[in-house]
């Protein structure tokens, strides 16, 4: 009875409020006008492909909110594909991952998340006819679990966490969406902790912990990362070179003054910056900031002579351009939250990172392994830096703790798909 007294407040009045509001917004933003629309035209456009390519074999409905968590189900779609040969379809919430994706290693067709309607859901799962839904991490839509429920489709969360003072642990939010996450077939949680925080906060719905995929895919991408050579071998060869990654306007206040000490004692001492987002504005902030030590974009770098700072000014590159470094910082970590920190771990170098990273479990446990180091201010980074310029064997110690540290909690992967196999085998 609670189930359907909220199922109706959602349908009838949360969710039409909050789709005028979203239309509204788009009047006035070409951003969210571009990542609206074209929901309109997915289900119209799954079922041509449908129809053109004749599929016939398991197919698997993925869904990720953006790029990131898409980046984190890789090896999940790659190994389903290759071992038994399933059909994966991933919708996406966020321009950022629809746009910036592209078909293979196990996607077969992409696709913007429908609005999330009872009857949008019911078309799409008539169409595809899924074996299975898996939601990636967070992105949790009432009816599209509520309709795969009623239409017997089996449904699962990988990835699952919630920190403990999440807004879904509060208590009207709670109330609601304990109505959601108990449809679940089995919600996996990347930790004991996280798993429990589910219990307490979600009693009766069905958790356990198996890890997070994000590990097997660092070490994915590292593996991929040494296929190609990004810069010239004399840029690289006697080179200290430090990676500051996804760093936004709150980290360059406490990066910029160091780097550029370090820039200015040690002529072997060289940087890539990263920003967030690599807008015409930013780039050539940085390059104004650094121009007195020589600085040069990464859609250049076949020009590179001398240049002592490289700002990537392109997406998707990040993850391989960390094994140049000899150490990394990840950004995001004096604000907004921090950003992967594995992707520099797996490849055995220090990782420097601020305060600001409760949102990331991994970086919590990644600091208590020593692998981590945490900053503070500038003067942190500028010692630490010092340190290990001066100090080889240490810095190689503590890039084998961080590369430890990653390599240790791998494997979720084949766990995930070992509790499919049967499923899988029919």
């Given at each position: 009875?609670?189930?359907?007294?909220?199922?109706f407040l959602y349908s009838y009045l949360v969710f039409p409020l909050f789709l005028v509001t979203v239309?509204?917004?788009?009047?006035?933003?070409?951003?969210?006008?571009?990542?609206?629309?074209?929901?309109?035209?997915?289900?119209?456009?799954?079922?041509?492909?449908?129809?053109?390519?004749?599929?016939?074999?398991?197919?698997?409905?993925?869904?990720?909110?953006?790029?990131?968590?898409?980046?984190?189900?890789?090896?999940?779609?790659?190994?389903?594909?290759?071992?038994?040969?399933?059909?994966?379809?991933?919708?996406?919430?966020?321009?950022?991952?629809?746009?910036?994706?592209?078909?293979?290693?196990?996607?077969?067709?992409?696709?913007?998340?429908?609005?999330?309607?009872?009857?949008?859901?019911?078309?799409?799962?008539?169409?595809?006819?899924?074996?299975?839904?898996?939601?990636?991490?967070?992105?949790?839509?009432?009816?599209?679990?509520?309709?795969?429920?009623?239409?017997?489709?089996?449904?699962?969360?990988?990835?699952?966490?919630?920190?403990?003072?999440?807004?879904?642990?509060?208590?009207?939010?709670?109330?609601?969406?304990?109505?959601?996450?108990?449809?679940?077939?089995?919600?996996?949680?990347?930790?004991?902790?996280?798993?429990?925080?589910?219990?307490?906060?979600?009693?009766?719905?069905?958790?356990?912990?198996?890890?997070?995929?994000?590990?097997?895919?660092?070490?994915?991408?590292?593996?991929?990362?040494?296929?190609?050579?990004?810069?010239?071998?004399?840029?690289?060869?006697?080179?200290?070179?430090?990676?500051a990654g996804s760093i936004w306007p709150e980290d360059n206040k406490h990066l910029f003054p160091a780097?550029?000490?370090?820039?200015?004692?040690?002529?072997?001492?060289?940087?890539?910056?990263?920003?967030?987002?690599?807008?015409?504005?930013?780039?050539?902030?940085?390059?104004?900031?650094?121009?007195?030590?020589?600085?040069?974009?990464?859609?250049?770098?076949?020009?590179?002579?001398?240049?002592?700072?490289?700002?990537?000014?392109a997406v998707g590159y990040l993850a391989s351009i960390y094994r140049y470094a000899s150490a990394a910082?990840?950004?995001?970590?004096?604000?907004?939250?921090?950003?992967?920190?594995?992707?520099?771990?797996?490849?055995?170098?220090?990782?420097?990172?601020?305060?600001?990273?409760?949102?990331?479990?991994?970086?919590?446990?990644?600091?208590?392994?020593?692998?981590?180091?945490?900053?503070?201010?500038?003067?942190?980074?500028?010692?630490?830096?010092?340190?290990?310029?001066?100090?080889?064997?240490?810095?190689?110690?503590?890039?084998?703790?961080?590369?430890?540290?990653?390599?240790?909690?791998?494997?979720?992967?084949?766990?995930?798909?070992?509790?499919?196999?049967?499923?899988?085998?029919?």
């Open positions: 009875m609670y189930k359907k007294f909220w199922q239309h509204l917004a788009a009047v006035f933003s070409r951003k969210i006008k571009n990542g609206l629309y074209p929901r309109y035209k997915s289900i119209n456009k799954v079922k041509i492909w449908i129809e053109k390519e004749k599929q016939t074999g398991k197919i698997f409905l993925f869904h990720a909110a953006s790029m990131g968590e898409f980046e984190h189900i890789k090896p999940l779609l790659k190994e389903l594909s290759i071992r038994f040969h399933t059909i994966n379809v991933v919708t996406f919430f966020s321009p950022s991952g629809f746009e910036n994706i592209k078909r293979g290693d196990g996607l077969d067709f992409k696709m913007y998340m429908p609005v999330d309607t009872k009857r949008n859901w019911q078309n799409l799962y008539q169409i595809l006819k899924p074996s299975l839904l898996v939601i990636s991490k967070h992105d949790v839509w009432p009816q599209q679990i509520w309709q795969a429920k009623k239409m017997k489709i089996p449904v699962f969360l990988v990835n699952a966490s919630l920190a403990e003072k999440s807004s879904r642990t509060r208590p009207g939010v709670k109330r609601f969406l304990k109505h959601v996450y108990r449809d679940f077939n089995k919600i996996f949680a990347i930790s004991d902790e996280d798993a429990r925080r589910f219990a307490k906060h979600y009693p009766r719905c069905p958790v356990e912990t198996i890890g997070d995929t994000k590990y097997d895919q660092v070490v994915n991408r590292k593996n991929d990362a040494f296929k190609d050579s990004l810069f010239p071998t004399n840029w690289q060869q006697k080179k200290w070179v430090f990676v780097l550029k000490n370090m820039l200015a004692q040690f002529e072997n001492f060289n940087c890539i910056l990263v920003p967030h987002q690599p807008a015409q504005k930013i780039v050539d902030y940085m390059i104004e900031e650094f121009n007195k030590w020589g600085t040069i974009k990464f859609s250049q770098r076949e020009k590179i002579k001398n240049e002592r700072v490289v700002i990537l000014d910082y990840v950004g995001g970590s004096f604000q907004q939250g921090i950003h992967n920190v594995m992707e520099p771990a797996i490849f055995g170098i220090p990782v420097l990172y601020g305060p600001v990273h409760k949102n990331s479990y991994e970086a919590i446990q990644f600091s208590n392994s020593e692998g981590g180091l945490i900053v503070q201010n500038e003067k942190d980074i500028e010692n630490i830096l010092h340190n290990f310029i001066g100090n080889e064997t240490e810095r190689k110690l503590i890039g084998e703790k961080a590369k430890n540290f990653a390599l240790k909690n791998t494997g979720a992967t084949e766990k995930l798909i070992q509790f499919w196999k049967n499923m899988l085998d029919e």
